[in-house]
């Protein structure tokens, strides 16, 4: 830009230029500061979730989880859901155990595939024992459209996991909750997920035995 100043005499002109400065812009990038994935989308946490969170977390670091985690069963059942899920997603394996076991004693029965999503993030943070411990806590396994599909998942999981005696386990819950009789007829894509899976693990008779499950229910569609 270009000023020209006449100071009263025809001779004399001063011309002044003045260049406006340009800006930059820093170019900001964001990103997690942890191997966390982000929230899923939709999911909103309730004040008194976040605040057992960090009470969880506060106890946990003192050492003395067991004796000074904070009770949960103030919490209504979906902020207990949100906060075993957000404890999932940062790997506290530990404390979400500690809120399944709040939703199981409050909320019963829980839901398989709370304990198959439980399980996936034992497996991945190497928590293999721990595996075995809460899977022997089930007190059985019953039937259904909607159990069958929780009830593959968590066989997944712990195949994934390769806990062959907590697949075996697994099997015989099935098999005592009445799976393959008329009570709970067997669903196809659940005994081959099964089969496989105890194949899988070295259990070549218990996959057997399912195979008889899986053919005899094939003869029975045919019919």
């Known amino acids: 830009m270009a000023l020209s100043l006449s100071l009263g005499r025809p001779s004399l002109s001063v011309s002044l230029s003045v260049v406006a400065p340009r800006r930059r812009f820093a170019s900001i990038r964001c990103g997690p500061r942890d191997n966390r994935g982000p929230l899923l989308k939709g999911r909103i946490l309730s004040s008194e979730a976040i605040q057992s969170i960090q009470s969880l977390k506060r106890a946990h670091r003192t050492g003395s989880v067991s004796l000074s985690l904070p009770p949960l069963r103030r919490l209504l059942k979906a902020d207990l859901l949100a906060v075993l899920r957000e404890l999932l997603r940062q790997d506290q394996c530990t404390l979400a155990v500690h809120v399944l076991s709040t939703l199981r004693s409050e909320y019963p029965p829980v839901d398989l595939t709370l304990y198959a999503e439980v399980v996936t993030a034992l497996s991945r943070n190497g928590e293999w024992e721990e595996i075995d411990r809460l899977m022997g806590e089930l007190e059985g396994i019953e039937g259904g459209y909607e159990s069958d599909k929780a009830l593959t998942k968590l066989i997944k999981a712990v195949v994934g996991a390769e806990r062959r005696e907590t697949a075996v386990r697994i099997y015989e819950m099935m098999r005592e909750g009445g799976w393959g009789s008329e009570?709970?007829?067997?669903?196809?894509?659940?005994?081959?997920?099964?089969?496989?899976?105890?194949?899988?693990?070295?259990?070549?008779?218990?996959?057997?035995?399912?195979?008889?499950t899986q053919n005899s229910l094939l003869r029975v569609s045919r019919t």
């Open 183 to 212: 009570s709970w007829q067997a669903d196809e894509y659940v005994a081959e997920v099964l089969r496989k899976g105890l194949k899988r693990l070295g259990e070549e008779d218990l996959a057997t035995q399912v195979a008889a």
